[in-house]
C-alpha cells in the first residue's frame, strides 16, 4: 500500500490526490476549516475522475483539530519539535503541523504501517508558524523548535 499524507483545510488538494492515486491511497489530516470535510473533498473530486468517490470512501482523520482551527495541540506541537530538530524543516502549526501528528497518529494506531511506501505532501504556510501567538510563544519559552537536540 501507498500512501500521501495532506492536511485538510478546503479540501480541494485532497481531491486533486484522490483523483490522481485514488481513494484509498490519500489520507486527509482534518485542520478544522469546514465542519464536512468529507463533502468538500466528494464535490471538489467528482468532476476530476470516473472514480466513484463518495465521503465514505476517504480516509480522513478528524482527531488533530483539537479546540479548533488555528489552535496549538500538543501533538501538534510535538510534530513541530521532530521536522525543526530531525530534518530542519519549519511547519505551520494550522495545515503541515497538522498533517504530521495526524501521519505520527495514523503510524501509532496502524493505520500506516511501517515499510509502506508514504509521503507527507508540505503545503506551505511557513508564514503561518510565525503568526501563530502560540507557536511564537513556545519558541520563545526556550522549548524552542529550533533548538538544537539535546
Known amino acids: 500500500?501507498?500512501?500521501a499524507v495532506v492536511a485538510l483545510g478546503s479540501g480541494g488538494t485532497m481531491a486533486g490526490l484522490v483523483a490522481a492515486l485514488g481513494s484509498g491511497a490519500v489520507l486527509g489530516v482534518d485542520v478544522g476549516a469546514l465542519a464536512d470535510p468529507a463533502a468538500a473533498v466528494t464535490e471538489f473530486a467528482a468532476p476530476l475522475t470516473t472514480?466513484?468517490?463518495?465521503?465514505?470512501?476517504?480516509?480522513?482523520r478528524r482527531d488533530?483539530?483539537?479546540?479548533?482551527?488555528?489552535t496549538l495541540?500538543?501533538?501538534?506541537?510535538d510534530a513541530l519539535?521532530?521536522?525543526a530538530r530531525t530534518e530542519g524543516l519549519p511547519l505551520d502549526p494550522v495545515y503541515?503541523?497538522?498533517?504530521?501528528?495526524?501521519?505520527?497518529?495514523?503510524?501509532?494506531?496502524g493505520t500506516v504501517r511501517p515499510g509502506e511506501k508514504t509521503v507527507l505532501l508540505h503545503?506551505?504556510?511557513l508564514p503561518g508558524l510565525f503568526g501563530h501567538p502560540d507557536a511564537v510563544g513556545f519558541a520563545e519559552e526556550g522549548a524552542g523548535i529550533f533548538d538544537a537536540p539535546a
Do not use: F
Not at 472514480?51 to 480522513?60: N, Q
Not at 488533530?64 to 488555528?70: K, P
Not at 503541515?96 to 494506531?109: C, E, P, Q, S, V
Open 51 to 60: 472514480e466513484k468517490v463518495s465521503p465514505e470512501g476517504l480516509r480522513i
Open 123 to 125: 503545503t506551505g504556510g
Open 96 to 109: 503541515t503541523g497538522r498533517a504530521l501528528a495526524g501521519l505520527h497518529a495514523a503510524i501509532t494506531d
Open 1 to 3: 500500500m501507498r500512501t
Open 81 to 83: 519539535r521532530l521536522a
Open 64 to 70: 488533530q483539530v483539537g479546540a479548533g482551527y488555528a
Open 73 to 77: 495541540t500538543g501533538p501538534v506541537r
